[in-house]
């Protein structure tokens, strides 16, 4: 195992044990924190078979990171959101919404390295949409996940959904998911094509 590799491991577990020591919520912390998880499992059964780009790998890690974060405090209450919301004349702790960027932003650029690897599409709009609906479908997937376990627990709903009383909360977390991955498009389709043109020639 590289060095890198054994880095972006240990950078993992470590923000995973200090987000388990007393979390505000603990079944908060278990909804939050499971996709980390799933995806840690999901990169190590696939390092050899379909190693993914630096790039990618960590956008993965910075994702896993803000989950954890956020299963840590409850998205409601990070201190980061609070001391932003202040700066900004902000009542709402915004961080749920930096949650909803990276769900476009990072999945953009996993889905992207997928289907160009792949061949899936010859047409490079193609795969633009795909990947921004992708996205989208992401999205709404967790959405409705968080309608479900609302519908489970009223106890671990508030704590979960995060709403913080905002009636539009659920349309303005997609919209931002859709903001997140155009943006990963425009600004890193030109890195994300030097990394795989490497990983290509190796």
């Known amino acids: 195992m590289s ?13 995973l044990v200090w987000s388990g020591i007393n979390p505000k919520d603990t079944t908060t912390w278990v909804l939050e924190v499971l ?3 799933i995806a840690i499992v999901i990169l190590f059964w696939t390092r050899e078979r379909f190693p993914l780009t630096t790039l ?3 956008l993965i890690l910075i994702h896993c990171i803000i989950l ?3 299963g840590h405090y ?3 209450e990070v201190p980061i959101g609070d001391y932003v919301g202040e700066l900004l004349g902000h009542s709402r702790n915004n961080y749920d919404k930096l949650g909803h960027v990276a769900q476009g932003f990072i999945p953009a650029i996993v889905t992207r390295e997928i289907v160009i690897r792949l061949g899936v599409f010859r047409s490079q709009a193609w795969m633009s949409f795909f ?3 992708m996205c989208l479908g992401i999205s709404a997937f967790y959405e ?3 309608w479900w376990v609302a519908l489970l627990s009223e106890e671990a709903a508030d704590a979960f959904l995060g709403t913080q009383g905002y009636v539009w909360d659920t349309q303005s977390d997609m919209g931002w998911a859709l903001f997140g991955a155009v943006m990963a498009l425009i600004t890193l389709s030109a ?3 030097k990394q795989l043109r490497s990983k290509l020639r190796q």
């Open 68 to 70: 954890m974060v956020g």
């Open 144 to 146: 409705l996940i968080e």
């Open 74 to 76: 409850t998205y409601a």
């Open 35 to 37: 996709p980390a998880l």
């Open 191 to 193: 890195v994300h094509d």
């Open 131 to 133: 990947v921004v609906a």
């Open 3 to 15: 060095y890198w590799r054994v880095s972006w491991v240990i950078i993992f577990i470590a923000v």
């Open 56 to 58: 990618t790998y960590t």
